[in-house]
């Protein structure tokens, strides 16, 4: 019995310890931050990356004295991609751990869940993986930040290369939720506000199986590009019969980021050929920034990193910005964000607006071949990020309805 | 009115991590029992680094308890390999051999539902019933099996989300013998996994 006991202990210890890192400093006063997200599962793919970001990120700020001269520790947290348990995680980390800052979580559900708990309780909470189009607007509050492209900023990114380099007559082709709705709508209105022209619009229902029903109407209206709103399994289903029926080499296809697990690339490679994403990280992009990060994650763990990179330069913006203020105080820590620029993250210079506390920085346009994200174009932050709409619906007065040109 | 479109958006977007949409974007997770609990325990504390708890709480917990019990319809040698990846301070590798323990409890299971089903169990009962119990022990182990085999990973899935659309149709009861085809697709694909996968030396079954 009194085994067991000690063992129940035990547990408790790990679960509550989380993925502590190793200590590199002898500092007596140790400052803690939180990583929620999802830690197993098909999206561990992200919560773990996370975390790695995470680790590497307080190595590095260990090995130069700390945060204030206090040690750096994580407390990790799986929120089983739910929000219920995501609220109970965050509340844990708050109250409990206390730590200071609150990276998380993987999706958007939960994210948004979290959003009420960190403002109830004033902790400053990064977000480096969602990317719902409601966190900067009507869910914002003053200690939520954002390096993660949101919807918005993809559509907008997205649009712009697609009117100028791939073709202005567009097909949306989405699935008919809220994911697929928000981000139909996101790249209508974007596409429409650089002259592309809108043929043809379809949302798809959940549980669809067949989407050939809809080929026919896709053909009909001759469009040069098909852009996909949908997401898991449906995405892969998708391209398997879009490729099938020969349109993966008839029409050019974009989607966002969320289109596709990246894990899940390599399987799908050839339905894939030629797709173009707006993304912030690959690891086969050239890029200096990029590869320079690359080498350290692939030194630390052995392996490539992927879009999580943003965590990293969350942990790093915070830390900034605690010694800026002097202080953990999260008011003062989080004005301190404001403004604040940050040169050679992963993706070059990242600064923060004032306004809605996404980060501006610049994003890569990929395109797949053979299996690969490969960079084809550079889109500057002022670009795609959007005017600030704080406490407004980012998409007030949309319509579905097909605006024909001549 | 804008308040409650944005608020009926909310609802949705949050919506889309209960069943009927999850499963689409691989989000679903089913409520953990005392193994994928003692797992969790297990894999947290490896990845922290603190092995000796690691291996405390899996040398007491149920985990390996259902290893040894199940050790005939296992890779030789899986659990033993386990235990010493884990003494040996080897996180990724204890993952790999508890992700090929869960393929093959949730290609135990695809194999038991069809044997039910053709001993004449109703579909509307056994499907459900099975694919959520499949699901709870796969979930665990996808991220692992796709590092290796992203195809077997994205094969699974798909045959899984057709499953459970045979299991749950819009209308009337399911089709025993649709569903029997899709379990044994399922058991196929995973048995495919573990001899794919595992670096163990396997067991003929």
Known sequence: ?406 | MIAARVAGALLGMIFLTAPAAAHHTGVYTPKDNAITENFKQVKFSAQAGKFDVALRLYDAGPLRAEMQARATALPEGLEARTRAALLARDAAEAERGLATFFVALARDLALEADRQLAAGAAPAAVGPRFLEAIWRYYNLADFVIGQRDARASVAMRLAYDDAETLARPASGAPDAARLRASFGRLAQILANVIQTTTPFVRRDS
């Not at chain 1, 561990?44 to 004295?65: I, S």
């Not at chain 1, 750096?72 to 844990?92: C, G, L, Q």
């Not at chain 1, 790249?187 to 229902?205: D, H, M, N, Q, R």
């Open chain 1, 1 to 406: 019995m009194r085994r067991v006991a000690w063992l129940v202990v035990l547990a408790a210890v790990a679960v509550a310890g989380g993925l502590v890192t190793a200590p590199a400093l002898s500092q007596s006063k140790v400052v803690k931050i939180g990583d929620l997200g999802s830690k197993v599962g098909v999206f561990e793919g992200y919560g773990k990356y996370q975390t790695m970001g995470m680790q590497l990120a307080v190595e590095e700020l260990n090995a130069k004295g700390g945060v204030l001269g206090h040690k750096v520790e994580i407390v990790s947290e799986d929120d089983e991609t739910k929000p219920a348990p995501a609220v109970r995680k965050a509340e844990k980390l708050i109250l409990q751990d206390d730590v200071k800052l609150l990276v998380g979580a993987v999706s958007s559900g939960a994210t948004m869940a979290v959003m009420d708990v960190t403002k109830k309780h004033k902790t400053i909470h990064w977000n480096s993986v969602s990317c719902a189009e409601f966190m900067r607007t009507t869910k914002f509050h003053k200690y939520y930040f954002s390096n993660q492209p949101d919807s918005r900023m993809q559509a907008n990114g997205l649009a712009k290369y697609i009117a100028d380099k791939m073709g202005k007559k567009v097909y949306i082709f989405y699935t008919d939720y809220a994911m697929g709705q928000s981000d139909g709508r996101q790249f209508k209105t974007a596409l429409e506000k650089v002259g592309g022209e809108v043929v043809g619009v379809a949302g798809a229902p959940l549980d669809t199986k067949d989407f050939s029903p809809w080929f026919g109407a896709i053909n009909q209206s001759n469009p040069d590009v098909l852009f996909l709103a949908f997401a898991g399994t449906d995405s892969l289903r998708l391209m398997t019969q879009l490729h099938s029926f020969g349109m993966t080499k008839k029409y050019k296809l974009a989607g966002i980021d969320c289109f596709l697990l990246q894990q899940d690339l390599p399987a799908i490679a050839e339905p894939m050929e030629g797709f173009v994403q707006l993304n912030h990280f690959s690891p086969h992009n050239p890029d200096k920034n990029m590869q320079a990060y690359n080498e350290r994650f692939r030194k630390k763990f052995g392996t490539d990193a992927n879009i999580a990179a943003g965590s990293y330069d969350a942990v790093m913006f915070w830390a900034a910005a605690a010694e800026k203020a002097k202080s953990f105080d999260s008011d003062k820590v989080a004005e301190a964000h404001e403004g604040m620029c940050r040169d050679n993250t992963h993706i070059g210079r990242q600064c923060i607006r004032k306004e809605d506390h996404q980060v501006v920085m610049d994003m890569h346009l990929y395109q797949v071949k053979g299996g690969k994200n490969l960079p084809i174009a550079r889109i500057t932050g002022n670009d795609s990020i959007g005017e600030p709409m704080v406490g407004k619906d980012p998409v007030e007065g949309f319509s579905w309805e097909i605006k024909k040109k001549n």
